[in-house]
T-cell receptor, first 115, second 114 residues
Framework: AQSVTQLDSHVSVSEGTPVLLRCNYS??????LFWYVQHPNKGLQLLLK??????LVKGINGFEAEFKKSETSFHLTKPSAHMSDAAEYFC?????????????FGTGTQLKVEL | SQTIHQWPATLVQPVGSPLSLECTVE??????LYWYRQAAGRGLQLLFY??????ISSEVPQNLSASRPQDRQFILSSKKLLLSDSGFYLC?????????????FGPGTRLTVL
């Protein structure tokens, strides 16, 4: 079975400073990993995806994540936070069940961006 | 391009009343379809998924059911709502071929059961 652990439920940064959202995964095989973002009362938007190609994955809105097998981590980073980045972020690992693709979600990290 | 619709956007229902939430996908055929629930302050929980018309798999036992009457239509239902059914319901679609395993989410339905 696969699982993800988001190490921080809340992260607060100042606008213009770097963002680091931490995620550790557990999987019995080579995982597919995702980061999604959710703004209040909205659906989830895919930020980026890792599928065993390059370990450094670039996503939308300046976000990127690095897959580190030795640390079983997939942390999300951005060099400079913007007010519009304030949202909830979910780290997700893919499993397979009966022909469908089952996603296992972390509990989320709420990112607050202050002036 | 593909789009996914959900309605209604918000719903307030009394305990014991029925429920029907609808999800439709445009711009793709034979998608995998998924229903998730997001309770307040918690991550997403997969409720149902479907790999084809009339094919429904349930992930957790509960008061809800799902149906897929058409290729791109996915319905979440209940005969009698419970307080614990309150939450944010998200529909998602994914491709069944080509090795892509990304899921794309709809805008969600906020359900409040009183």
């Amino acid at each position: 079975a696969q699982s993800v652990t988001q190490l921080d439920s809340h992260v607060s940064v100042s606008e213009g400073t770097p963002v680091l959202l931490r995620c550790n995964y557990s999987s019995s095989y080579s995982p597919s990993l995702f980061w999604y973002v959710q703004h209040p009362n909205k659906g989830l938007q895919l930020l980026l995806k890792y599928t065993s190609a390059a370990t450094l994955v670039k996503g939308i809105n300046g976000f990127e994540a690095e897959f580190k097998k030795s640390e079983t981590s997939f942390h999300l980073t951005k060099p400079s936070a913007h007010m519009s980045d304030a949202a909830e972020y979910f780290c997700v690992v893919r499993g397979i069940t009966g022909g469908g693709n089952k996603l296992t979600f972390g509990t989320g990290t709420q990112l607050k961006v202050e002036l | 391009s593909q789009t996914i619709h959900q309605w209604p956007a918000t719903l307030v229902q009394p305990v014991g009343s029925p429920l029907s939430l609808e999800c439709t996908v445009e711009g793709t055929s034979n998608p995998n379809l998924y229903w998730y629930r997001q309770a307040a302050g918690r991550g997403l929980q997969l409720l149902f998924y479907s790999v084809g018309i009339g094919q429904i798999s349930s992930e957790v036992p509960q008061n809800l059911s799902a149906s897929r009457p058409q290729d791109r239509q996915f319905i979440l239902s209940s005969k009698k709502l419970l307080l614990s059914d309150s939450g944010f319901y998200l529909c998602a679609w994914g491709r069944t071929s080509g090795g892509s395993d990304t899921q794309y989410f709809g805008p969600g339905t906020r359900l409040t059961v009183l």
